[in-house]
T-cell receptor, first 113, second 114 residues
Framework: GDSVTQMEGPVTLSEEAFLTINCTYTATGYPSLFWYVQYPGEGLQLLLKATKADDKGSNKGFEATYRKETTSFHLEKGSVQVSDSAVYFCALSEGTGRRALTFGSGTRLQVQP | NAGVTQTPKFQVLKTGQSMTLQCAQDMNHNSMYWYRQDPGMGLRLIYYSASEGTTDKGEVPNGYNVSRLNKREFSLRLESAAPSQTSVYFC?????????????FGSGTRLTVV
């Protein structure tokens, strides 16, 4: 079945540091890929998405590129802020059948001033 | 701009008690989902409803039942709560066929079973 693997956290960075959170996936078809962010005490919010190979999703300074050859969708940001501290989830959707999301285990990011 | 509303936000149950978690969306979405979130395991799908009048099991359905009351509402019922059901529960909705658009989540229900 489908699965998503994320790097374990927590990831602790200083403000303005470069961020990479690795995500790889296993899927039988051609999934859509997503990054969601969860701030403390809140539900998940869609951060960015990519629907086909080589697409780049971007939002709020975050970027991720759909790499079919390496089955990866790594999240990057050039300069993190304290307000970026949250849990980040990589997810995929096959786009057929039940269309439910399959999530990774989440990566906690802590940004220190 | 309510989006997806879940009630209650917090609940403590004794083992064997029953309860229903409520979820309502005001975006006219066809599909609705229930997930549970456990530490180190991400979110796992319990049940989903592709459209009004249909429900299907997800990855971890045992111990739960659901009702799609109408297009807006999708409830999750625990008939006899167990400590293993201690978790944070999230409801979500999406437009039919909107895999490319992602999902809208509620703010969650934190359930503790003692």
């Amino acid at each position: 079945g489908d699965s998503v693997t994320q790097m374990e956290g927590p990831v602790t960075l200083s403000e303005e540091a470069f961020l990479t959170i690795n995500c790889t996936y296993t899927a039988t078809g051609y999934p859509s890929l997503f990054w969601y962010v969860q701030y403390p005490g809140e539900g998940l919010q869609l951060l960015l998405k990519a629907t086909k190979a080589d697409d780049k999703g971007s939002n709020k300074g975050f970027e991720a590129t759909y790499r079919k050859e390496t089955t990866s969708f790594h999240l990057e940001k050039g300069s993190v802020q304290v307000s970026d501290s949250a849990v980040y989830f990589c997810a995929l959707s096959e786009g057929t059948g039940r269309r439910a999301l399959t999530f990774g285990s989440g990566t906690r990011l802590q940004v220190q001033p | 701009n309510a989006g997806v509303t879940q009630t209650p936000k917090f609940q403590v149950l004794k083992t064997g008690q029953s309860m229903t978690l409520q979820c309502a969306q005001d975006m006219n979405h066809n599909s609705m989902y229930w997930y549970r979130q456990d530490p180190g395991m991400g979110l796992r799908l319990i049940y989903y409803s592709a459209s009004e009048g249909t429900t299907d099991k997800g990855e971890v359905p045992n111990g739960y039942n659901v009702s799609r009351l109408n297009k807006r509402e999708f409830s999750l019922r625990l008939e006899s709560a167990a400590p293993s059901q201690t978790s944070v529960y999230f409801c979500a909705s999406s437009e039919e066929g909107s895999a490319n658009y992602g999902y809208t989540f509620g703010s969650g229900t934190r359930l503790t079973v003692v």
